[in-house]
Nanobody
């Protein structure tokens, strides 16, 4: 089992920045792929970004490309999401997810473990 704890959400004005963190514990793997998804009220879960902890390879959703940066710390089994130039439409609960096998993908089915979510609200 892998436990994921996400943190760093909050209230921010449009154009502002936030940094989300997700720490993994339990049967973690240095080869893991970790990702961020989000779900806005009344909408389906949406892929945001993903990375492989050992290689640093990353993928992004088009909606966040150039504004968000995902990074991982293999030694800490952690993943971060630096969010800049935030927009109203970025408001959502953000979830981190992990695939210990290291396969990276942009749909929820790729990931076996999920954190509890952290709320990000972009409002003026």
């Amino acid at each position: 089992q892998v436990q994921l704890v996400a943190s760093g959400g909050g209230l921010v004005q449009p154009g502002g920045s936030l940094r989300l963190s997700c720490a993994a514990s339990g049967r973690t793997s240095g080869n893991a792929a970790m990702a961020w998804f989000r779900q806005a009220p009344g909408k389906e879960t949406e892929f945001v970004a993903a990375t492989r902890l050992n290689s640093g390879g990353t993928i992004y959703a088009n909606s966040v490309q150039g504004r968000f940066t995902i990074s991982g710390d293999n030694a800490k089994s952690a993943v971060y999401l630096q969010m800049n130039s935030l927009k109203f439409e970025d408001t959502a609960v953000y979830y981190c997810a992990a695939n210990p096998g290291g396969e990276i993908g942009d749909t929820a089915e790729w990931y076996d473990y999920w954190g509890q979510g952290t709320q990000v609200t972009v409002s003026s």
